[in-house]
């Protein structure tokens, strides 16, 4: 078994910040890629950002420049810091990994989500 648990969500006016942290936890032997993801009201969940083992990353053009997600190894955490939000970024952000269990079984794992709001 394997979680992913989100923290850091809330609401920012225009043009502030925002940290998000997601841990991963159970049993893990091993996590490749991990990322974030998005769903606003309405709309399909999108890929924001995501990060290989080895610190590859990719991004969503519309957060490119504002967005950087990063992430510890030792922690099995992954991190997205958020500056410049938009209202437009308002969304619940979903954590995901790509884990090698103990087990030996590829697993990919959600998180809850986090609420961001943002407002004008």
């Known amino acids: 078994q394997v979680q992913l648990v989100e923290s850091g969500g809330g609401k920012v006016q225009a043009g502030g910040s925002l940290r998000l942290s997601c841990a991963a936890s159970?049993?893990?032997?091993?996590?490749?890629?991990m990322g974030w993801y998005r769903q606003a009201p309405g709309k399909q969940r999108e890929l924001v950002a995501t990060i290989t083992s080895g610190g590859s990353t990719d991004y969503a053009d519309s957060v490119k420049g504002r967005i950087t997600i990063s992430r510890d190894n030792a922690k099995n955490t992954v991190y997205l810091q958020m500056n410049s939000l938009k209202p437009e970024d308002t969304a619940v952000y979903y954590c995901?990994?790509?884990?090698?269990?103990?087990?030996?079984?590829?697993?990919?794992?959600w998180g809850q989500g986090t609420l961001v709001t943002v407002s004008a």
């Open positions: 159970g049993s893990i032997f091993s996590i490749n890629a």
């Open positions: 995901n990994a790509e884990v090698y269990t103990i087990l030996k079984r590829y697993l990919e794992v």
